[in-house]
């Protein structure tokens, strides 16, 4: 056991940290396009239901298998069980995966941030904006560099504290803004059909593709199967009731992630029509389709100058969680200083983001299926690896170590009032789904299937 580490001040301090690397652009990014291409309410509804049974057991277990150990991903799962190791490696994996093109992303955001702030919203409201600036060489590239550049500034200088007073207030403020913008949209004539659309599960569009698509968004957008939420655990209090802060992170970042859909998806339907190609424009949805409200809004160039300020402190919350995971485990494993890692991670995330960000433009001839490099980097971090990681761990907990060693750790503190159905999540339902849908991903990914 590690007494060394360091430990969160308060029950709301983890809460907040944890929540601060969980809300990200999974929720304002990503969620919504996942939710406008895979049949609106019935995602909406498989992935809530997913939330409150894999995501809840997977969290707690996570969370408690850091506080018990007292480690991260790789020494922990090497900790229950010798033979599982292999599963911290693997999940140690998925943040190099993730981070470089999480980076590439973040450029957008700024870049659109400065597009509000010089007042060039019906610039970016025009369909072709955002498809001419990705495909772009060098612009793109300057912006990703400067928002790396913002990530490696924090983690040298270990400013996390400053951040979490920041989130205290920019969370809030988000939270708001959200609410305010959905209210706008929902209220412009004609987004009665697509609040249907985004609401109200339509069973014809289910096909399994929609629960591949929402699991994986599940790992993403709760910071699950990548070992991130093993180290925050390590950090947390043995005070701290485990089941309640779990129930709040889980509540906090699906209600994001709800508000970015009521957002977006009633939009496509009130500016682009809401047919299938307007729907399924994936990774560019968001960049798309807020312009578009901000610039029908009055006020509409603050008002979206605000929000893509607070998008970009939500996406910076999160990478940096990302880029400092990547750093602490440079660090135990090679023993590098913090300086030499970070600056070794930055500069691995630049040239692997790079390559993302021009395969887009100059490179779009490197393609994988019918897969992009971001979309290829996705996949294998979303469908296979956080899915065999999460397997790994449920059948370690289940049925080696068994559920028992977890549950004591929730119940430090408190009576465990979930615990019947989190083992029976743990040693059933959920090995079956994720081998499930790692088999589905695999014969997806060898084109064997079209799902
Ligand atoms: N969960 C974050 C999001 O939704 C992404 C992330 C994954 C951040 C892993 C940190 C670690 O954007």
């Not at 049974?53 to 922990?76: H, N, P, Q, V, Y």
């Not at 599982?84 to 941030?113: N, Q």
């Not at 001419?132 to 924090?154: D, E, G």
């Not at 993302?356 to 779009?364: A, E, N, Q, R, W």
Request: charged residues 15%; contains cysteine; hydrophobic residues 50%.
């Amino acid at each position: 056991m590690n007494n060394s580490r360091g430990n969160f001040t308060s029950k709301l301090g983890f809460v907040l940290a944890a929540a601060g690397s969980a809300v990200g652009l999974g929720n304002l990014w990503r969620f919504p396009y996942l939710a406008a291409k895979y049949g609106g309410g019935i995602f909406l509804l498989v992935y809530l239901i997913l939330a409150v049974t894999f995501g809840f057991s997977l969290m707690i277990t996570e969370i408690a298998i850091g506080r018990k150990t007292g480690l991260s991903a790789i020494g922990a799962y090497k900790a229950l069980d010798k033979r599982f190791s292999f599963l911290g490696w693997l999940a140690c994996l998925v943040p190099f995966i993730i981070t470089p093109y999480y980076c590439v992303i973040g450029g957008w955001v700024i870049k659109y941030l400065s597009v509000f702030l010089t007042g060039n919203v019906s610039a970016a409201a025009n369909d072709s904006f955002f498809g001419s600036y990705i495909s772009q060489a060098v612009s793109p590239l300057l912006w990703f560099s400067l928002y790396i550049l913002l990530n490696t500034v924090v983690v040298i200088a270990g400013v996390e504290k400053g951040i979490e007073k920041a989130s205290k207030f920019l969370m809030p403020m988000l939270i708001i803004l959200s609410i305010g913008i959905s209210v706008f949209c929902i209220t412009r004539p004609g987004a009665a059909e697509g609040l249907k659309y985004y609401l109200l599960p339509d069973f014809g569009r289910f096909s399994i593709k929609t629960v591949l698509s929402a699991m994986g968004q599940l790992f993403y957008s709760m910071s699950l199967a990548m070992g991130i939420m093993i180290t925050y655990g390590s950090y947390m209090k043995k005070e701290n009731h485990l089941e309640h802060s779990v129930r709040q992170i889980e509540i906090f970042d699906t209600l994001i992630a709800f508000l970015a859909g009521l957002m977006i998806i009633p939009s496509v339907f009130v500016f682009s029509g809401g047919n299938e190609e307007a729907l399924g424009k994936g990774a560019g949805l968001m960049f798309i389709t807020l312009p578009k409200v901000f610039e029908s809004m009055n006020m509409g160039t603050v008002i979206g100058s605000v929000f893509f300020l607070l998008v970009l402190f939500a996406a910076l919350t999160s990478s940096i969680s990302l880029m400092e995971t990547n750093v602490s485990i440079l660090r135990d494993k090679l023993g590098w200083s913090r300086k030499t890692a970070t600056l070794v991670v930055s500069v691995y995330v630049l040239i692997v983001g790079a390559f993302v960000s021009l395969g887009y433009g100059p490179l779009d001839f490197i393609t994988f299926g019918k897969m992009q490099l971001l979309d290829f980097f996705d996949f294998v971090s979303n469908s296979l690896l956080m899915p065999l990681v999460a397997a790994g761990t449920c059948i370690l907990v289940g049925y080696v170590i068994r559920t028992k060693s977890i549950e004591d750790e929730v119940e430090l503190n408190g009576p465990f009032q979930s615990k019947k159905f989190y083992r029976f999540i743990i040693r059933y339902i959920a090995p079956i789904c994720l081998i499930a849908i790692l088999i589905f991903s695999v014969m997806e990914a060898l084109g064997l299937i079209a799902v």
